[in-house]
């Protein structure tokens, strides 16, 4: 068990929200989940909500708990792997491949696959997704980063927070963006009606995307997308916002005609920049594109990308 602690300074309006600025390389969710299971106090007692207000003087202390034993099976599942060492692993996930298990999906995850090369990945505090730092959709494809020690997760979820891990992916879109270079800043929360999308609503999560178009042809683009923010399906969900989806995506450009075989949306995870967590070296990893998206973007006369 390993204990935090910290004294309050300036008022905070949420506990979660004070425990988020104190350590940044706990997600919001993740301290939400912990003050939930009782393992935070303020003043010595124990506070379960999360919307408890801090006050200059109030001490407050976070029980970390011990990694816990998994119950995934492991399985000897091919893993394309572009750089590993005894911290980080990083890999290139193909298209089909879900990232962790749940319901529908519990064996043949990525997260199976890394259990039988790394055996002792962290769980840190969630038994289905042990050294998952960040996740790529099913049907996504590309370059992700996973943790071999818990100091390395903990590193690499604040280099996230902080906004200093690099993401940047590449994607077929439908139309011409409105100009070469722009930003899209709209906040992503689940769609109201359609529980099993997210829509850009005024309640959501902050997001912003940043693109560039490397090429046009024809009715179609071929985009470099640069994460400022990390939503759930935010490439996806602001192209669609603006009236440009993405190629083959089967939820948000669903009315589009598209007679071409694609395993799914046109989007692929193409380069990552991060800090190695213990050698404070910064590492540049690219992912090459899958045959099925080079033989896609040949067809349509794209003579570049």
């Excluded at 903990?154 to 070469?180: A, D, F, N």
């Excluded at 939820?251 to 920049?273: D, E, F, I, M």
Aim: charged content about 15%.
């Amino acid at each position: 068990m390993n204990l935090r602690e910290f004294q309050v300074v300036t008022p905070m309006p949420r506990l979660d929200q004070g425990l988020a600025q104190q350590w940044p390389d706990l997600s919001r969710s993740r301290l939400q989940k912990l003050i939930q299971q009782g393992q935070v106090q303020v003043n010595r007692q124990v506070q379960t909500d999360k919307n408890h207000p801090l006050r200059p003087g109030d001490w407050v202390s976070l029980q970390m708990p011990d990694p816990t034993p998994l119950d995934t099976p492991a399985q000897p599942l091919p893993l394309d792997i572009l750089y590993e060492d005894d911290q980080l692993l990083i890999l290139n996930k193909p298209a089909g491949l879900v990232v962790h298990p749940a319901p529908g999906h519990w064996e043949g995850t990525l997260v199976n696959a890394l259990l039988a090369h790394c055996p002792h990945l962290p769980a840190m505090g969630d038994q289905q997704r042990p050294g998952i730092v960040h996740r790529l959709d099913k049907d996504t494809t590309g370059v992700m980063v996973v943790a071999k020690t818990a100091t390395a997760h903990q590193h690499l979820q604040r280099q996230i927070q902080t906004r200093s891990m690099g993401r940047e992916y590449l994607g077929l879109i439908h139309g011409r963006l409105p100009q070469e270079t722009g930003s899209i800043t709209a906040p992503i929360g689940r769609h109201p009606h359609q529980r099993q999308k997210m829509a850009v609503i005024p309640t959501g999560r902050p997001a912003v995307t940043h693109w560039q178009v490397l090429a046009t042809q024809g009715a179609y683009s071929w985009v470099l997308f640069r994460l400022e923010t990390g939503r759930t399906h935010q490439i996806r969900v602001h192209c669609s916002h603006l009236g440009q989806p993405l190629v083959g995506d089967p939820v948000y450009s669903s009315s589009r005609k598209w007679t071409h075989q694609l395993p799914g949306q046109a989007l692929h995870a193409w380069r990552l920049h991060l800090q190695h967590p213990q050698s404070g070296e910064r590492l540049t990893v690219t992912a090459p594109l899958p045959e099925h998206l080079v033989k896609v973007l040949i067809h349509l006369g794209f003579k570049s990308f």
